[in-house]
């Protein structure tokens, strides 16, 4: 299983960043040998991947990273790097290697000061001899401030140092940044290749591999999250009979309150399993003993991991609501779809009987108005407008069509 097999529906993608990952190698045995580099080269010291949701835009960058690492000796004998199982690729794929630094943003925005740190890292020599690789997810999230950090780094990059930068589409990263990377932009995956995958390489059932593939539309995340956990199903499943709780006011306030409650349960949740263990592991590291006080001088630096884990809560919190409103944005797609007499298929086929009731009883006007409504809540949410104010106002709109 090479690095590439996990790319669902990436083809052209994957077969362009091979051969950037076989001229990497080669650079790097010629520096090794003594050698002067080829010629010509497909690497380059920046690169740009956008794509839609699901699209697995940051798993192609982080198995280009992976690639760029493996130290499989299958390529002194003619074997491309990226084989999936080295060392390499292996501390690349699951994000510990010592030379790929991942930069997300922890709250809305990749603040300076975290930026700094990594372009001071992306100056130095790799650990291993081989890359030094920086990859940022979030690149649409960078300030200006740390969007400039960025733009001197690429600007004036080490010699063996690679730049990864993620994004939604490319008018999301700052020209200066764009123009002096490689862009490489993925598609959604087809429905048929997603059930493919869930069938190959979670064993999941056709039936039910199909069906998620359908509902989450070639979201390749999504997709295996629905198949392989009761508790994002039920989820769904909640999150679909909102449009039939919205008839009167208390019912739409109502649901309002219940869909922002469950997203702040899911901050909650990752927050009990992953803060208690960061924290101890930093007391732990500026020197505190087991239950005991922490060093003078050393209060700032919990308070600083503090307010990122409370950022960190805010951004699941809204990732989860942006779930429920794709979800509700695609039942309410497939109303239309039945009203206008579509013969696409239905992303909801487990709740068409729903989806034929709603066509019913209401017009085409009103279904675009409530899909609009959906769009303004996310926008909402995008200017920090209060969760459930924005929820609120969203389910009012969907109560009158």
């Known amino acids: 299983m090479t690095v590439w097999d996990d790319l669902v529906g990436q083809e052209r993608v994957s077969e362009r960043l091979d051969g950037a990952a076989r001229d990497a190698d080669a650079l790097v045995t010629a520096a090794a040998a003594g050698a002067?580099?080829?010629?010509?080269?497909?690497?380059?010291?920046?690169?740009?991947?956008?794509?839609?949701?699901g699209a697995g835009v940051t798993q192609t960058a982080r198995a280009f990273a992976a690639a760029l690492q493996c130290v499989s000796p299958d390529r002194a004998l003619g074997g491309a790097p990226g084989c999936g199982f080295c060392d390499g690729c292996h501390t690349a794929l699951i994000g510990t290697h010592a030379d790929v630094t991942t930069v997300a943003a922890v709250g809305a925005v990749?603040?300076?000061?975290?930026?700094?740190?990594?372009?001071?890292?992306?100056?130095?020599a790799p650990a291993n001899g081989r890359w030094q690789v920086i990859l940022v997810e979030d690149a649409e999230r960078l300030n200006e401030n740390s969007a400039n950090a960025v733009l001197k780094a690429v600007e004036e990059p080490a010699s063996r140092t690679v730049w990864l930068l993620c994004a939604p589409s490319v008018e999301d990263v700052l020209p200066t940044i764009r123009s002096r990377c490689r862009h490489l932009n993925l598609r959604t995956p087809s429905v048929e290749a997603v059930a493919d995958m869930l069938v190959r390489r979670e064993g999941i059932e056709p039936d039910v591999a199909a069906a998620v593939a359908r509902a989450t539309q070639g979201d390749v995340d999504r997709a295996r999250r629905?198949?392989?956990?009761?508790?994002?199903?039920?989820?769904?499943?909640?999150?679909?009979?909102?449009?039939?709780?919205?008839?009167?006011?208390?019912?739409?306030?109502?649901?309002?309150?219940?869909?922002?409650?469950?997203?702040?349960?899911?901050?909650?949740?990752?927050?009990?399993?992953?803060?208690?263990?960061?924290?101890?592991?930093?007391?732990?590291?500026?020197?505190a003993?087991?239950?005991?006080?922490?060093?003078?001088?050393?209060?700032?630096?919990?308070?600083?991991?503090?307010?990122?884990?409370?950022?960190?809560?805010?951004?699941?919190?809204?990732?989860?609501?942006?779930?429920?409103?794709?979800?509700?944005?695609?039942?309410?797609?497939?109303?239309?779809?039945?009203?206008?007499?579509?013969?696409?298929?239905?992303?909801?086929?487990?709740?068409?009987?729903?989806?034929?009731?709603?066509?019913?009883?209401?017009s085409p006007e009103s279904t675009l108005r409530r899909i609009e409504a959906i769009a303004?809540?996310?926008k909402a949410l995008d200017r920090n407008v209060a969760p459930l104010l924005a929820v609120e106002a969203m389910t009012m709109a969907l109560r009158a069509g």
């Not at 739409?252 to 101890?280: G, H, I, R, Y």
Request: proline content about 5%.
């Open 376 to 378: 303004a809540c996310g």
């Open 36 to 53: 002067p580099p080829p010629e010509a080269s497909r690497m380059t010291h920046a690169w740009l991947f956008t794509g839609p949701p």
């Open 226 to 287: 629905l198949a392989t956990d009761p508790t994002a199903r039920a989820r769904r499943a909640a999150v679909l009979k909102l449009p039939l709780r919205v008839e009167d006011i208390g019912g739409a306030l109502k649901a309002a309150q219940e869909l922002v409650d469950v997203a702040a349960e899911d901050a909650k949740q990752l927050a009990e399993e992953v803060e208690t263990k960061e924290t101890e592991e930093l007391k732990a590291a500026l020197g």
């Open 289 to 362: 003993a087991q239950g005991g006080r922490l060093p003078r001088g050393t209060a700032g630096v919990i308070k600083d991991l503090e307010d990122d884990q409370k950022r960190r809560r805010r951004r699941t919190q809204r990732n989860t609501l942006d779930i429920a409103l794709s979800d509700l944005t695609g039942f309410y797609r497939d109303v239309l779809a039945l009203q206008l007499g579509s013969r696409v298929a239905l992303a909801n086929g487990d709740a068409e009987d729903v989806l034929e009731r709603m066509a019913r009883s209401s």
């Open 110 to 124: 990749i603040r300076v000061m975290d930026m700094r740190d990594t372009v001071r890292k992306s100056y130095t």
